[in-house]
DNA sequence: ATCGTATATCGTACATATACGATAAGCAAG
DNA sequence: CTTGCTTATCGTATATGTACGATATACGAT
């Protein structure tokens, strides 16, 4: 795409922009609602839940992981995975303080 | 990318990453801040805003539109655009939701 | 009718995302 | 050490996203 101009906006947006990038995919807000109800689980556990082969999986895995939104940790042969949960809590957070502005401003000028 | 395996996603997972989609780039973000403070402006109005060719931001204006987030209007040689507040609210209930879940697992389980 | 302004769309280039199978790497068990 | 299991990564194919300039379209004004 030429070159990005992601540099030039606000650091909030380009973080906020992140998140949602993450939550972009459906697979990865089923990974996450499995990971929230599981507390913890490998990543066989997820393939089996979901239409997509192993090696997808953990890519999806992986762009959780690197958006913050999850951990994992090596345990044995297995990896374990589980949200990260304090940069979850930031990225709601944050959320909301877009969300709310934007409404006190639709509703109040 | 392959064959897409969307269809075979819970719809509420689907539409939740259709939005976040629609917020997964900075600009789109910084446009709809853009919108929610003037109320309504004219694509050039976010053009001198952004650090983007006009033809660009016009496309992202389509994608906010595609995704339900804005709405625009013809104005004469102009296209006036809002935010859709009825879909932004759902939007934002949705995402509520789905991180009330989450946290309730997280904190109570 | 012509000109100027505003915007959407087209064409293009390149980057990134998504999907899969195959393979490599790591560990447990025998 | 070999076997079996689990997962990450590689290679690859294809789709989508992002950016620009150029152009078409639509309207107001002169």
Redesign the pocket.
């Known amino acids: 795409?030429?070159?990005?101009?992601?540099d030039e906006f606000p650091v909030k947006d380009l973080t906020l922009s992140k998140w949602c990038?993450a939550l972009?995919?459906p697979?990865r807000i089923a990974i996450l609602r499995n990971l929230a109800s599981r507390g913890e689980c490998?990543?066989?556990?997820l393939?089996l839940d979901l239409?997509?082969?192993?090696?997808?999986?953990?890519?999806?895995?992986?762009?959780l992981k690197e958006a913050g939104l999850v951990q994992?940790q090596?345990d044995?042969?297995?990896?374990?995975?589980c949200i990260n949960q304090k940069n979850f809590e930031k990225f709601i957070k944050a959320f909301g303080t877009f969300g709310n502005k934007l409404n006190k401003k639709l509703i109040c000028e």
């Open positions: 795409m030429a070159l990005s101009r992601n990038k972009s995919h697979a490998i990543c066989g556990d393939v239409p997509l082969a192993q090696s997808t999986v953990s890519q999806h895995l992986k762009a994992g090596v044995g042969p297995r990896s374990r995975y």
